[in-house]
């Protein structure tokens, strides 16, 4: 690992188990923990830090000065490359989804401030960029260049999730986890406890590539996993009255923060699915909560924290 990275991981907190103790819970003999890696850092909170450690060893050891990436206005991702490049000395480029929206997203702000250099694409020319999944792959690409695919979807990000997991020192059933591109959810079926099952709820209505993109990641075919599509709310960043008001409750309840694209999308599910007796009692899950908190600056509700 490279020495700059081992600086910048001193300075993170430890991710702790929170169990959630909830009526809900006890009448159907779950205990629900969540791994809470939305307390590592302020910013490079959550999945973000596990996703991008072993993608920046490679970025410092090959000796690229630039990372290029790709995401949305209020990408979480985009959010942390952007903070952490400038900690390391990397230049970064962000390639933003559609038109530049006046005023700039606080997202947006943030990763300027931080010294990210940002350029607009439209939506067809996004969606190409997702065919580029290598470092050099990206056309045009110069030298000292790194391309970084969208939301770091990279191979190398599964050795930083299994290290997020490898932290767990209480045996469990289940593994519950949100998913956008799928690259948290493969280094979670490849490293989760042996027996235990893992779901990934998807963030976005339609992902029928989810199971390819899983597969694709995995050095070999797994079993013990599914993709849950039926709590997307709508598709991807849509929230319903419902939703911000159960992640209204549990916030005040339970002093976690959550945000309604990923984490609190998952929780509800959770809830929802445990009330519906889908689930054996007595199972212990351990959710993962992979942050991302700074993405509710996007909705009209009222952060917790
Ligand atoms: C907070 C948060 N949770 C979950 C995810 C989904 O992760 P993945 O793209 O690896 O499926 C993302 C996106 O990267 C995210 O920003």
Known sequence: MHPALIRLEKTFSPSILSRIDDPLLDRHRIELWLKRDDLLHPV???NKWRKLKYCLDHVLTLGSGTVISMGGAYSNHLH??????????????GLVRGERPEPLTPTLQ??????MELRFVSRSEYRLLRHYREHDALPGIRPGEYWLPEGGAHALALAGI???LDEIDLSYDMLCLPCGTGTTLAGCVGAAAE???VIGFAAVKNAVYLTDEVEKLLPRPYTHWTVNHDYHFGGFARTTPELNQFIHEFELKHK??????YSGKMIYALYD?????????????????????QGNRGFTRRPFS
């Not at 943030?110 to 010294?115: A, M, N, V």
């Not at 699915?273 to 908190?293: D, E, S, V």
């Open 80 to 93: 942390a490359l952007a903070f952490t490049g400038k900690v390391l000395g990397l230049k970064t480029v």
């Open 162 to 164: 299994q290290e997020g």
């Open 195 to 197: 027996g235990a099952s």
């Open 273 to 293: 699915l445990i009330a519906k007796n889908r689930f054996k009692p007595g199972l212990r899950m351990i959710a993962l909560h992979t942050g991302g908190l």
């Open 110 to 115: 943030d990763c300027l401030r931080w010294g």
């Open 44 to 46: 490079i909170s959550g």
């Open 256 to 261: 976690i923060g959550l945000e309604p694209v």
